[in-house]
């Protein structure tokens, strides 16, 4: 899933909201050449109809968020796992019934 804190990358709205969720379906995460210099690390992403959901209704549910009051920190990693329950409790809040 994606967290967005804002609307746009630089000078956006303030958002906090988890934007798109989807399945990984390749095995190893690759290189992209963005541009000569700049080879970020990607996986690819089957993308699930979803809404946006705000954080904040969630956040105190989430256990991969140790410090509620330092709560966007983890979003400063990238790319990191989850465990599944709170990818279920974020999955519920944008409105994704998950299989079993």
């Known amino acids: 899933m994606f967290y967005s804190p804002r609307t746009s990358l630089d000078n956006g709205e303030l958002l906090q909201s988890f934007t798109a969720i989807g399945r990984i379906t390749d095995d190893e995460p690759f290189q992209a050449e963005m541009t000569p210099n700049f080879h970020p690390w990607r996986r690819i992403v089957e993308f699930i109809p979803s809404r946006e959901a705000p954080i904040q209704p969630v956040l105190d549910n989430l256990d991969f968020i ?11 990693r990238g790319l ?21």
């Open 66 to 76: 140790l410090d509620k009051k330092r709560w966007g920190y983890p979003f400063r």
């Open 80 to 100: 990191f796992e989850i465990e599944r329950p709170d990818f279920v409790r974020i999955a519920n809040a944008m409105g994704v019934k998950l299989a079993k």
